[in-house]
């Protein structure tokens, strides 16, 4: 495997819109961003992603674009931009931009062009088809709820295609002119300075271009959208031209937002030649998942969701590397989604930390992840801001469910968990805006913050910084770049344990992951324990005593 750069790095997301609010007007901003450098510098980050922060009318949040070549005046200006750009270099922080090509908004200048003729050129760039006797082409559901379809304003038998909210239609990647357009926005961002991208939903961009229906899987008449992207084939020659025109040239670092790749195709997306230069984890994010949205998901089943992890560490070494993720901005916070809410604190969340940070790949942290931020009660559904949630709360509705079980899903489910403004101090509004927060400031912020953590030696703020250098440490960085990864100890049925191993080194990640104490039988001597979240650690011949969420990093001796 050729050696990069980006190998031994570790990355951030920001979601802009709740990092911090420098202008009073409830929205963070770039110059907040900026303000945060140095804190992401010590925290150990070097690699910076950002959610989209173009002009954007925002129904869902940055990811429907109005303009490529902009910055929302929410966020700030194009000199707030280059001036990010610069401080994150002077800090050898890279920075990537969101890349969201699968759809755009419904207010950009091509799709309103083609609303006015849908059957001149812009009405190419995007999917215009007829539909039956009034009726939508296909029974396909968007990823939001409610068919993919949306009938074109002034026509009685035309539609447009949207997987996601219908104001975000979807681009026409078969057609070589948008494409060309892609390419040289795509290339103009790299000549402005930024490093590479996060891309977003990009398995979406090829359609299966028989327009088939299929059967109905619930009450609506309508069938999973991914039924037709099942059957698409051909995505590589559009990724394989975004690679070769744009990111070869630049050199750029990209990281996928892959779901439902096809496992053969998993080299070709991230080997050495791949069309990107990483692709997030989410296998064990989804373990949970029931059949009909997140009224049905269940808990999440420590053995299920280690196995996950473990087979997807084991599938994925030969070919690349993957990012490793406990949350982001689609998701509930980790330290309530992987962690029993009885067993919340400082050790659960920091034995979560390890474990994921220690695996095979890139860590990306989500903003507030490192002060261990959780899941917030919000009151109504009218509290909620996100798209999805609305939706999932409709449907549980629908379902039969009560409102306060509907509720009770989107505590457990809701993106607005991870969207929540950051809690920096224990101030008004957690010191993220003097005026009134976009979305509710969680109710714990008091408790949790940045500005309590950095007064504690033994908070989880500490602990992260002391991961990350440990990952990163002369001694180990290797190691945990390139050392292969192993399972261990899976016969007991709560802990948590992989080695990793470089030639003549290795070591033993074990974490018993619940709580109740374990002894664990050690199968060989160890030289050094080298990292803990416990103060002390107790072995006694091979038996290795344990306490709940402890975990233990313990260089072997390899005879
Ligand atoms: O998400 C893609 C995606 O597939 C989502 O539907 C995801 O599965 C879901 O949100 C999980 O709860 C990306 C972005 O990350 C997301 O924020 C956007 O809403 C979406 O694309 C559309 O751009």
């Not at 982001?328 to 989604?337: C, Q």
């Amino acid at each position: 495997m050729d050696r990069k750069w980006w190998h031994d790095r570790i990355g951030y997301q920001v979601y802009p819109k709740s990092f911090l609010d420098t202008d009073g007007d409830g929205i963070g901003d770039l110059k907040g961003i900026i303000r945060k450098l140095d804190y992401l510098q010590e925290l150990g980050i070097d690699i910076l992603w950002i959610s989209p922060v173009y002009p954007s009318p925002m129904v869902d949040n940055g990811y429907d674009i109005a303009d490529y070549y902009g910055i929302d005046s929410r966020f700030g200006t194009m000199e707030d931009m280059e001036l990010l750009l610069a401080e994150a270099k002077k800090r050898n922080i890279h920075v990537l931009m969101d890349l969201v090509v699968n759809h755009t908004s419904d207010q950009h200048e091509w799709f309103q062009k083609a609303l006015a003729d849908p059957d001149g050129e812009y009405g190419q760039y995007y999917y215009f088809k007829d539909g039956i006797d009034g009726r939508p082409p296909t029974n396909w559901r968007s990823y939001f709820g409610g068919s993919v379809w949306e009938k074109v304003p002034g026509y009685d038998n035309k539609f447009y295609l949207h997987l996601f909210a219908k104001e975000q239609p979807d681009l026409n990647w078969e057609n070589k002119a948008l494409r060309e357009e892609i390419y040289r926005m795509v290339n103009w961002w790299l000549d402005k300075g930024i490093d590479g991208f996060r891309i977003d939903a990009i398995i979406n961009i090829k359609k299966d271009l028989e327009w088939e229906s299929y059967p109905a899987d619930n009450t609506d008449g309508l069938c999973d959208v991914r039924n037709m992207l099942k059957k698409a084939t051909g995505i590589g020659k559009f990724l394989g031209e975004l690679r070769d025109r744009c990111f070869l040239p630049h050199g750029a670092f990209t990281v996928g937002e892959v779901f439902d790749l096809k496992e053969e195709e998993l080299a070709d997306f991230v080997g050495d030649n791949g069309y990107f230069s990483t692709m997030f984890a989410f296998e064990h994010v989804m373990v949970h998942y029931g059949e009909n949205g997140w009224y049905d998901n269940g808990e999440v089943q420590f053995v299920k969701w280690r196995d996950t992890i473990f087979k997807n560490q084991l599938k994925l070494q030969e070919i690349g590397f993957e990012s490793n993720i406990i949350e982001n901005h689609d998701e509930p916070r980790g330290a309530s989604h992987f962690i029993p809410e009885k067993d919340y604190g400082f050790y659960s969340v920091s034995a979560l930390a390890t474990l994921m940070i220690l695996l095979r790949g890139l860590p990306f942290l989500y903003q507030g992840q490192e002060i261990g931020m959780t899941n917030c009660p919000f009151s109504s559904i009218e509290e909620y801001d996100d798209i999805e949630t609305k939706d999932q709360y409709a449907l549980a509705i629908e379902s039969g469910c009560s409102e306060k079980e509907a509720l009770l899903a989107c505590y457990r489910q809701s993106r607005d968990n991870c969207r929540t403004p950051m809690q920096w101090d224990a101030s008004a509004n957690a010191g993220f805006t003097t005026g009134t927060p976009w979305l509710k400031v969680n109710p714990n912020y008091k408790e949790i913050n940045v500005l309590a953590q950095e007064q504690e030696y033994g908070s989880v703020l500490n602990f992260y910084r002391r991961l990350l250098a440990f990952r990163k440490s002369e001694e180990y960085r290797e190691l945990f770049t390139y050392g292969e990864f192993a399972p261990a100890y899976e016969e007991y049925d709560t802990v948590f344990a992989y080695y990793r191993t470089l030639g003549s080194k290795r070591v033993l990640v074990l974490c018993n992951y619940c709580a109740e104490p374990c002894s664990v039988k050690l199968k060989e001597t160890y030289e050094n324990v080298v990292f803990v979240n416990y103060p002390q650690v107790t072995c006694v011949g091979d038996m290795l005593t344990l306490e709940p969420y402890q975990v233990v990093v313990a260089e072997l001796s390899l005879a």
